[in-house]
């Protein structure tokens, strides 16, 4: 019903940036909140960031002041800039999105996931 395909991961240096994208695609009436988990080995996934609808932003502890997440409602797409990254940012990084469906019927969807990698 819903597809959320992301992109933008992968190898950077330390100090460096990345940028991510995810888009959500489908029987979408429309997207409430929207976000990003990571996942480094062998750790629990964690919430990094999210935004609501009206713009609305939280960070992990982690990640504030080097992070940024933005959406762009008209394309259901948020994206994540990621700056100053080092090794403790690893990991694979999961998009969300809190669909409602046409009906009203609420739906959680999932990107595939991006691996980063930060490695000099």
């Known amino acids: 019903q819903v597809e959320l395909v992301e992109s933008g991961g992968g190898l950077v240096q330390p100090g460096g940036s990345l940028r991510l994208s995810c888009a959500a695609s489908g029987r979408i009436f429309r997207i409430d909140d929207m976000g990003w988990y990571r996942q480094a080995p062998g750790k629990q996934r964690e919430l990094v960031t999210t935004v609501t609808r009206d713009g609305n932003k939280k960070y992990a502890d982690s990640v504030n002041g080097r992070f940024t997440i933005s959406r762009d409602n008209a394309k259901n797409t948020v994206y994540l800039q990621m700056s100053d990254l080092n090794a403790e940012d690893m990991g694979v990084y999961y998009c969300?999105?809190?669909?409602?469906?046409?009906?009203?019927?609420?739906?959680?969807?999932w990107g595939q996931g991006t691996q980063v990698a930060v490695s000099s």
């Open positions: 969300y999105a809190g669909v409602i469906l046409p009906g009203g019927t609420s739906y959680t969807g």
